[in-house]
T-cell receptor
Framework: QQPVQSPQAVILREGEDAVINCSSSKALYSVHWYRQKHGEAPVFLMILLKGGEQKGHDKISASFNEKKQQSSLYLTASQLSYSGTYFCGTEAGTSYGKLTFGQGTILTVHP | DAGVIQSPRHEVTEMGQEVTLRCKPISGHNSLFWYRQTMMRGLELLIYFNNNVPIDDSGMPEDRFSAKMPNASFSTLKIQPSEPRDSAVYFC???????????FGPGTRLTVL
């Protein structure tokens, strides 16, 4: 089942902060975050693993609440380059390697 | 290093024709994934391979779709016969390990008329 992302869209001015949430009904092993710009391929941002390990972007942070099966992506001091669609991909504990992506959150940063 | 390579980048075909999409994963990566992206359904996993072996093909929509990975450096996704509802962007991604970071190719935009 597809994870649910919120909000569906957010508009920011440069320098503002944003939080994007991802929620699953399944017990998760990991959460992957990607950003996709229009007409391009998704680009990896971060992996959060059960147990607390994180791998990824040095200017973007995220959290993973294993009990609630939720993850949040924190974008601070946003830049114009942050604009795009953000997807979370969840890996259930029973489906090693298989990612199910949320519907995406459209982030627009204005000058 | 070269990233994931996909060909063709654009494909326009008529309903009923066979379509073959190609993917070359990053050298040394052991897992390969095929995704389909549409506005309505988002980004969907079709199939993934680990060490050239198909592990999960539960996302393949129907028998018209088939995928192969004859060796570690090449995979194909075939649609036969194609239908207008197959129109989408098809991405190939590879990762070092199945649960690791996935690197996406540029995608193939398929239009079936």
């Amino acid at each position: 089942q597809q994870p649910v992302q919120s909000p569906q869209a957010v508009i920011l001015r440069e320098g503002e902060d944003a939080v994007i949430n991802c929620s699953s009904s399944k017990a998760l092993y990991s959460v992957h975050w990607y950003r996709q710009k229009h007409g391009e391929a998704p680009v990896f941002l971060m992996i959060l693993l059960k147990g607390g390990e994180q791998k990824g972007h040095d200017k973007i942070s995220a959290s993973f609440n294993e009990k609630k099966q939720q993850s949040s992506l924190y974008l601070t001091a946003s830049q114009l380059s942050y604009s795009g669609t953000y997807f979370c991909g969840t890996e259930a504990g029973t489906s090693y390697g298989k990612l199910t992506f949320g519907q995406g959150t459209i982030l627009t940063v204005h000058p | 290093d070269a990233g994931v390579i996909q060909s063709p980048r654009h494909e326009v075909t008529e309903m009923g024709q066979e379509v073959t999409l190609r993917c070359k994963p990053i050298s040394g990566h052991n897992s390969l994934f095929w995704y389909r992206q549409t506005m309505m359904r988002g980004l969907e996993l079709l199939i993934y391979f680990n060490n050239n072996v198909p592990i999960d093909d539960s996302g393949m929509p129907e028998d018209r779709f088939s995928a192969k990975m004859p060796n570690a450096s090449f995979s194909t996704l075939k649609i036969q016969p194609s239908e207008p509802r197959d129109s989408a962007v098809y991405f190939c991604a590879s990762s070092l390990l199945a649960a690791d970071t996935q690197y996406f190719g540029p995608g193939t935009r398929l239009t079936v008329l």
